[in-house]
């Protein structure tokens, strides 16, 4: 991927770009010179509390605030700006009114897990089929008390400001992990199931008219259709789960006009 390669298109990247900070830093750099618009969500791996490249350790809020503060010194939208429009022609997409492009930061809950287990159970259930995520040592909620904590707190903040999109727009969700656990296919490690999304946001892309629904958690490239709705995830993976050879290209997934 070279300068200028796609000067009229968008971008978006859904999470778990690098866990080093600078890294991050490098790929939006890149992106952005490569793309008209880049719009960024965090996933977990960029949020895990490991060094970056001066020793500096920051954690949970303040991470994400500072990776907020790298996109946008690269022009990157992230889920703390503006909601922007599709510059395209939503009639074309047979869409009435605006489209509008919600990056979202809304974590994990443990819900996907087996009901009625607390958090402790529901590692030990995982841990016995060797699939406890690495989150639990390396992703801190801080200041909250729990990610489950943190993960309320980012829904509720994230429909305060759904809730006051234009009711003529249609939109589209970007949310590094799946909206909803019928989403999640991971038949290799199905007990990682609790460290994938919340219940809460089950009925989202009907109650915010979303026509496309973008994830990046699951390393299972795959289109899904719900009420209408098209659920996209878009994860290359680890290196290993794609050919850099072949190039970036074949991996992209379009999103719209789609
Ligand atoms: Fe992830």
């Known amino acids: 991927m070279n300068m200028g390669d796609y000067p009229d298109d968008w971008l978006i990247l859904a999470g778990d770009i690098a866990e080093r900070p600078q890294l991050l830093d490098a790929a939006f750099e890149r992106?952005?010179?490569?793309?008209?618009?880049?719009?960024?969500?965090?996933?977990?791996?960029?949020?895990?509390?490991?060094?970056?490249?001066?020793?500096?350790?920051?954690?949970?809020?303040?991470?994400?605030?500072?990776?907020?503060?790298?996109a946008r010194n690269h022009g990157v939208l992230t889920p703390e700006d503006p909601y922007p429009c599709w510059p395209g022609d939503p009639a074309a997409i047979n869409v009435s009114g605006p489209l509008v492009i919600a990056p979202l930061f809304l974590l994990y809950d443990y819900s996907f897990g087996p009901q009625g287990l607390s958090r402790e159970e529901i590692i030990a259930w995982a841990r016995e089929e060797k699939s406890v995520a690495a989150d639990e040592m390396l992703l801190s909620p801080e200041p909250y008390a729990s990610l489950a904590?943190?993960?309320?707190?980012?829904?509720?903040?994230?429909?305060?400001?759904?809730?006051?999109?234009?009711?003529?727009?249609?939109?589209?969700?970007?949310?590094?992990?799946?909206?909803?656990?019928?989403?999640?296919?991971?038949?290799?490690?199905?007990?990682?199931?609790?460290?994938?999304?919340?219940?809460?946001?089950?009925?989202?892309?009907?109650?915010?008219?979303?026509?496309?629904?973008?994830?990046?958690?699951?390393?299972?490239?795959?289109?899904?259709?719900?009420?209408?709705?098209?659920?996209?995830?878009?994860?290359?993976?680890?290196?290993?789960?794609?050919?850099?050879?072949?190039?970036?290209?074949?991996?992209?997934?379009?999103?719209?006009?789609?």
Do not use: M
């Open 31 to 70: 992106a952005a010179a490569c793309f008209k618009q880049v719009i960024w969500v965090p996933g977990n791996h960029e949020l895990w509390s490991v060094p970056d490249d001066n020793g500096v350790r920051l954690a949970g809020e303040a991470r994400y605030q500072h990776l907020v503060s790298l």
């Open 149 to 258: 904590q943190w993960c309320e707190q980012r829904c509720r903040l994230s429909e305060n400001r759904l809730r006051k999109i234009d009711p003529k727009a249609s939109t589209v969700l970007i949310n590094h992990f799946p909206l909803r656990q019928d989403l999640v296919h991971i038949p290799r490690v199905p007990r990682f199931i609790p460290w994938c999304g919340t219940q809460v946001t089950k009925d989202w892309h009907v109650k915010y008219k979303a026509s496309v629904v973008v994830s990046g958690h699951l390393h299972v490239r795959r289109t899904d259709w719900r009420d209408g709705t098209r659920f996209e995830e878009v994860s290359l993976g680890y290196p290993a789960q794609w050919t850099p050879s072949h190039g970036i290209a074949p991996y992209f997934r379009e999103i719209l006009p789609g």
